[in-house]
């Protein structure tokens, strides 16, 4: 295992996918999860929500952090036009999304905030994601079989509808997938020095 960090690490999220990845890096660390409102102020730029949401995450522990804690908090968000398209709520609002997304381009910012006792660093990566034209039947297939309500923009790129969807991508695989961590682990090395 490379000696990345010599703190202990709390990755601030329930997502599988980030913890995978997180692990991907070689790094051991615990799972913490704080009930935090992914509200934003209406007049935010769209560029700066995800990287807002995952602040707002990390400080929900400012609180309790120990001395030689991390926290790594992320929040992703799907951009259409200047439109954030969330977590759909039901099968009619993803079908509605991945409508929305079919033969389009898109945008997939994740924000990433590290904090410890004595600082905080916030930054976001983002990707640009190009659909093909997909078929109504192609949808109700994704969303019956995969159920993507817990995703933002209703889909999961490494699943079915990534592998038949997704035409290119500009950026970091891992960014559309929740965590982009070549930026992570480049700022987890530079963190102690």
């Given at each position: ?5 010599d ?5 601030a ?13 070689g ?49 992703t ?6 439109e ?13 999304m991945?409508?929305?997304l ?23 990566d ?12 192609e ?11 817990d995703k ?6 490494q ?35």
């Open positions: 295992m490379i000696p990345l960090i703190k202990k690490i709390i990755l999220s329930k997502s599988p996918r980030r913890s995978e990845l997180l692990r991907g890096l790094l051991e660390f615990v799972i913490k999860t704080k009930d935090t409102e992914e509200d934003f102020p209406s007049e935010m730029p769209v560029g700066e929500v995800a990287g807002f949401l995952s602040e707002k995450k990390a400080l929900a522990f400012a609180e309790e952090l120990q001395e030689g804690e991390l926290v790594i908090a992320a929040d968000i799907v951009v259409l036009g200047n954030i398209l969330g977590k759909p709520a039901d099968a009619k609002g993803a079908f509605e991945l409508t929305a079919s033969n389009r381009t898109h945008e997939v910012i994740t924000g990433v905030t590290l904090m410890d006792k004595e600082r905080i660093l916030t930054f976001q983002i990707a640009k994601v190009y659909f093909k034209p997909i078929t109504e039947l949808i109700q297939y994704y969303i019956e079989k995969y159920k993507p309500f933002a923009g209703a889909y999961g790129i699943e079915w509808i990534g592998f038949v969807a997704v035409d290119k991508i500009e950026g970091s695989y891992y960014t559309v997938m929740g965590l982009p961590v070549h930026r992570v682990y480049k700022e987890l090395s530079l963190w102690g020095q």
